[in-house]
T-cell receptor, first 113, second 116 residues
Framework: QKEVEQNSGPLSVPEGAIASLNCTYS??????FFWYRQYSGKSPELIMF????GDKEDGRFTAQLNKASQYVSLLIRDSQPSDSATYLC?????????????FGKGTLLTVNP | SQTIHQWPATLVQPVGSPLSLECTVE??????LYWYRQAAGRGLQLLFY??????ISSEVPQNLSASRPQDRQFILSSKKLLLSDSGFYLC???????????????FGPGTRLLVL
């Protein structure tokens, strides 16, 4: 059973601070990982993907992957109220021919002005 | 560019009524398509996925079914809705990532279904 675990939150940070969102996964065969942002009432939108150990930066967002610890994180620098949303972590296992993602339940982030 | 459409956007249906939700993709051919459900307070649950016309794989046994009559059309159906079918239904399609190595799923706008 492939599982992705996230702290449901809510995680509350002040505007301008760094928000740190964490995710663990159970299947060591998982090879790539995705962070989606979902505003209330809207569909998830992709923020970043990562598949190599280490950090990957894109603007204010940094994804971190540690395959030995089966741990993925998303850092949001200079958090803005517009970053307030639920963040979904997903893992992709490329074994076999089934191209599926396993999603965590999401972490609710609130950025306070 | 590729776009994904879903309709209707919202739907209120009585228990026991039938259901048909439609998803269409533009700007690509032979996409992998997925149906997810997101119930209140729960995560995304994969319901069905399809790798081609007429090819449907079911992830969770339930009173829902899916069909893919055309390459870029994916339909979610039910003959008799249950209260537990309420939720946010999302269609997604799979594309290779920009570097062509890994894949990504992109979501449509979703259909919010309330069964009363």
């Amino acid at each position: 059973q492939k599982e992705v675990e996230q702290n449901s939150g809510p995680l509350s940070v002040p505007e301008g601070a760094i928000a740190s969102l964490n995710c663990t996964y159970s299947d060591r065969g998982s090879q790539s990982f995705f962070w989606y942002r979902q505003y209330s009432g809207k569909s998830p939108e992709l923020i970043m993907f990562i598949y190599s150990n280490g950090d990957k930066e894109d603007g204010r967002f940094t994804a971190q992957l540690n395959k030995a610890s089966q741990y993925v994180s998303l850092l949001i620098r200079d958090s803005q109220p517009s970053d307030s949303a639920t963040y979904l972590c997903a893992a992709h296992y490329s074994g076999g021919s089934n191209y599926k993602l396993t999603f965590g339940k999401g972490t609710l982030l609130t950025v306070n002005p | 560019s590729q776009t994904i459409h879903q309709w209707p956007a919202t739907l209120v249906q009585p228990v026991g009524s039938p259901l048909s939700l439609e998803c269409t993709v533009e700007g690509t051919s032979n996409p992998n398509l997925y149906w997810y459900r997101q119930a209140a307070g729960r995560g995304l649950q994969l319901l069905f996925y399809s790798v081609g016309i007429g090819q449907i794989s079911s992830e969770v046994p339930q009173n829902l079914s899916a069909s893919r009559p055309q390459d870029r059309q994916f339909i979610l159906s039910s003959k008799k809705l249950l209260l537990s079918d309420s939720g946010f239904y999302l269609c997604a399609w799979r594309v290779p990532n920009r570097d062509g190595i890994q894949e990504t799923q992109y979501f449509g706008p979703g259909t919010r279904l309330l069964v009363l």
